[in-house]
């Protein structure tokens, strides 16, 4: 085979197949490529990186600036493949200092792929996130001992410019510059376990040692690149597998995805590819859980002393009473509490930082080791269960004495009675929805909707956790309660606010403020509805495969003959498999459907 069609040769330099039959390499830097024509001929490419290598002459500053370096010590994955496949050559001896420092700082023995959990309040980490960490060599016999000394290599967007609200546009429309970053472990842990409080699920890759050389070699060259970043295309999973695909060209892992690339998805494929990739699966818990495991070693009184403790903070007060061993516990929560709550603080030796320094103290004259806390691993969360991230449904719908079937089809992601195994328990996040209904007496196919956002995140308010829940939607619904001249189906948007309280492990219950705005020309008398009231929902989970749904929106309008809007909705869901639900659903004004749920 000519190296320039190699698999391996156009994975090293992102090449892809674009509308057409021609290739062209989806990195945006020019000095990228050694040859004009590069980002467009694999071929031009190769033929003037192996002549740049031969040619003295030829040198290029270092991303630093500060050095002059050869071709083979700026792009050492690239010359590492061409030694390999060319081996009778007589490649030039080049010392490349900055590259050997690189790799020894590294000192890579083997590589996991690591999945953050979803982070309903930032935009970027909506769906979660991925990235590579390379571990030392002491690593794999040492198991956890070392590995926050590991290195991290992560893609993301550089929102430059960027503000919250225009941050989610921008990455939509592939407006930032996406690059590499590497960075020690515990800058990583620090991000998502203590100040996001989010888990960190690790899975170790089953790479031979000449594989993690060319990772190596192929992430440092990868720091001289910049892509462009897209949301939901080319993204933080998408440039991880590509790397990976770089070393195995075997797995072949970015022409398996689907138009959109989210992590959930990526992070199935890792774990389900041929040849077992993955030998090993972690999970480092967030701040969050280990503060709530902790609470499990209090006895009653305790955790009543405790709670007494997170609205006094008084140490003398908490601890006043307690023989040494509740002491131990007690305080040992306290630190758990503080570096739950004030991550942020602690770190940067403000606001709280002087508890903390406290309870430390007051934690050193008892003399007791604290045994280790042992954390069950939550599977059912594991990211590689998840079910699907899209979802295609078709089933039945009686409504106004009609008899309708329909088809509906959502981009993404999840919903509160689809089967919650690797999702949020407590969260919903759907994008870009499509509804239709065929009336096959009437020859008739109607659009029902078109949902862009919908988002609900519970947040149990208990005594640790003051967090409000919230709610947003925003997408075109047919209505047939708000006046229409005609058939509305009205722009609507809604946000909301309120309180949820997870009455047992099944059961959670919320009440809500809600807020809502619509727009349809046909409404009768004005174009506009908006109105404000109160909501309750109200949902039940049974082993992961059974779920139900229950909801009540009471709205006071500004405009309508009687002032007022209700939406009432029940709604129930059995897992008939990973990627296969049957859901059943009623809402008032004599609305009842039944749809078969594909995900995929």
Request: proline share 4%; net charge neutral; charged share 25%.
């Amino acid at each position: 085979m000519k190296l320039d069609q190699d698999q391996q040769w156009l994975n090293l330099l992102n090449y892809r197949r674009d509308s057409g039959f021609s290739k062209q390499s989806q990195a945006d830097s020019p000095l990228f490529f050694f040859s004009k024509k590069g980002k467009q001929n694999p071929q031009a490419e190769l033929i003037a990186t192996i002549q740049a290598i031969f040619d003295p002459t030829l040198t290029r500053p270092s991303p630093e600036g500060n050095l002059q370096e050869r071709a083979q010590c700026l792009f050492p994955g690239r010359f590492l493949y061409l030694k390999r496949h060319l081996p009778e050559a007589k490649w030039p001896q080049v010392s490349c200092q900055r590259f050997e420092n690189f790799r020894g700082i590294l000192d890579a023995h083997s590589a996991t792929y690591v999945f953050s959990s979803y982070y309903m309040n930032n935009p970027a980490s909506a769906y979660g996130h991925s990235f590579l960490r390379l571990n030392r060599g002491s690593s794999s016999s040492n198991e956890k001992k070392y590995e926050l000394i590991d290195f991290g290599v992560g893609f993301s967007g550089v929102p430059e410019g960027a503000t919250p609200a225009t941050y989610a546009v921008m990455g939509l429309m592939g407006m930032f510059t996406g690059r590499f970053e590497i960075q020690p472990y515990y800058f990583k842990v620090r991000e998502y376990n203590n100040f996001e409080s989010r888990d960190l699920w690790e899975y170790d890759l089953d790479l031979t040692q000449d594989e993690i050389d060319l990772l190596v070699a192929h992430v440092y060259e990868l720091q001289q690149a910049h892509f462009d970043y897209w949301y939901f295309t080319e993204n933080c999973s998408y440039r991880i597998i590509a790397a990976l695909d770089a070393v195995r060209p075997s797995l072949n892992l970015v022409q398996k995805t689907k138009r959109a690339v989210l992590p959930s998805d990526t992070m199935i494929m890792v774990y389900e590819a041929p040849g077992g990739l993955v030998r090993k699966l972690s999970y480092r818990p967030s701040g969050r859980a280990t503060f709530e495991q902790r609470l499990t070693t209090l006895n009653q009184a305790s955790k009543e002393k405790f709670a007494k403790f997170i609205q006094s903070e008084n140490i003398e007060e908490l601890v006043n009473g307690s023989t040494d061993k509740e002491r131990q516990e007690l305080l040992d929560a306290a630190i758990d509490y503080v570096d739950f709550r004030y991550a942020s603080e602690v770190l940067h030796q403000k606001g709280q930082f002087k508890l903390k320094k406290q309870i430390l103290i007051a934690r050193a004259e008892v003399n007791l080791v604290s045994p280790e806390l042992e954390i069950p691993v939550p599977m059912q969360d594991a990211p590689h269960q998840a079910h699907g991230s899209s979802r295609a449904k078709a089933g039945y719908l009686y409504r106004n004495d009609k008899n309708l079937a329909t088809l509906g089809h959502r981009f993404a992601l999840h919903d509160l009675l689809d089967p919650i195994r690797g999702y949020p328990a407590y969260s919903e996040m759907q994008m870009i929805q499509t509804d239709f209904s065929y009336d096959a007496q009437a020859g008739r196919v109607q659009l029902e909707k078109i949902g862009l956002v919908e988002i609900v995140s519970l947040s149990n308010w208990d005594i640790f956790t003051h967090a409000p829940s919230w709610r947003l939607k925003f997408g075109w619904d047919r209505d047939y309660q708000t006046e229409c001249s005609y058939d509305c189906m009205p722009l609507s948007f809604s946000i909301g606010a309120g309180l949820a309280k997870e009455l047992t492990k099944s059961l959670t219950a919320s009440a809500w403020i809600r807020a809502g705005f619509a727009y349809d020309q046909n409404f009768v008398n004005d174009q506009f509805r908006m109105g404000i009231g109160p909501a309750v929902l109200l949902r039940y989970n049974w082993k992961d495969s059974f779920s139900l749904l229950a909801e009540a929106w009471y709205r006071y309008d500004n405009h309508g003959s009687k002032n007022e809007y209700r939406d009432l909705f029940a709604g129930a869901q059995v897992a008939l498999s990973k990627n296969l639900g049957l859901r059943l659903g009623a809402k008032d004004h004599e609305e009842y459907r039944a749809e078969l749920n594909f995900y995929y």
